[in-house]
């Protein structure tokens, strides 16, 4: 077993993280000494997660992201345990449906808002008043690519990480100067959750990126650790496009 680095007196609370992108958050955050609360839905795969992570170091929190009373008590239990909450990664999201919006159903739009917006502001809120307002810190609300463009198919799912790009300017000018708030936009990630996406097709999903692969969750965990860090101190109200140079391909020629 390799051995963890000190601890560096953080803490942080990662949501949605007992697998994919959180986890590669909380392992990068981990790598690196900082203590974490990971929540998830699956009270085993979530358990799991904190085995594999150290629970030495990390502790889990099983509930919905859009139910009030999880996220009081994910903020609860991360202050109970570690006395701070420096970092907020808002991971937690989902996208039930794929279709276009002329045909979706109203009543599946509010529950991607619920889970990928509201969710992010909800543990945004309680963050801040728990530690961050008196003490500082950072957020990072995980966005994507396709919140940036139309995107065919998964269109409730492009509105709702349009919404949270703007909910992070929103809040990096509000808790200034005390909280830096970012965002990642990562294209397609190699994960269960993005599935759908790439499987049975990897290689020809990957062919279109400059890059010539997907993203892995340790990419995007690296940039969380990086714009929760000291080397980010000037950084605030951004979205930093993490996607292989898939973006590249947007323009003519």
């Given at each position: ?128 008043h728990a530690w961050q307002k008196e003490n500082g810190g950072a957020i990072v609300n995980i ?111």
């Amino acid at each position: 077993m390799t051995e963890l680095p000190a601890l560096s007196g953080k803490a942080a609370l990662v949501t949605g993280a007992s697998r994919g992108i959180g986890y590669g958050v909380a392992e990068a955050l981990v790598a690196r000494g900082d203590r974490v609360c990971i929540t998830g839905r699956g009270e085993d795969a979530l358990k799991e997660a904190v085995e594999r992570l150290g629970a030495d170091r990390v502790i889990g929190v099983a509930g919905k992201a859009h139910d009030e009373e999880h996220q009081a008590a994910a903020v609860e239990r991360t202050m109970d345990a570690f006395g701070r909450i420096d970092f907020l990664v808002n991971n937690a999201g989902t996208n039930p449906v794929f279709g276009p919006i002329a045909d979706l159903d109203l009543n599946v739009a509010r529950k991607v808002f619920e889970t990928n917006v509201l969710s992010a502001l909800g543990f945004a809120q309680r963050t801040w008043h728990a530690w961050q307002k008196e003490n500082g810190g950072a957020i990072v609300n995980i966005a994507s690519v396709a919140g940036l463009s139309a995107s065919p198919f998964i269109g409730a799912y492009g509105i709702s990480k349009a919404a949270m790009i703007n909910l992070t300017m929103q809040l990096a000018h509000e808790y200034a100067p005390r909280v830096r708030v970012n965002a990642i936009a990562p294209a397609v990630v190699k994960t269960k959750f993005a599935q759908a996406l790439y499987e049975g097709r990897e290689e020809e999903a990957a062919a279109s990126y400059p890059l010539a692969r997907l993203g892995v969750p340790s990419d995007i965990g690296g940039t969380a650790a990086f714009l929760t860090s000291q080397q980010a101190d000037w950084i605030t109200g951004q979205t930093l496009v993490v996607d292989g140079g898939i973006f590249l391909n947007a323009g003519l020629g």
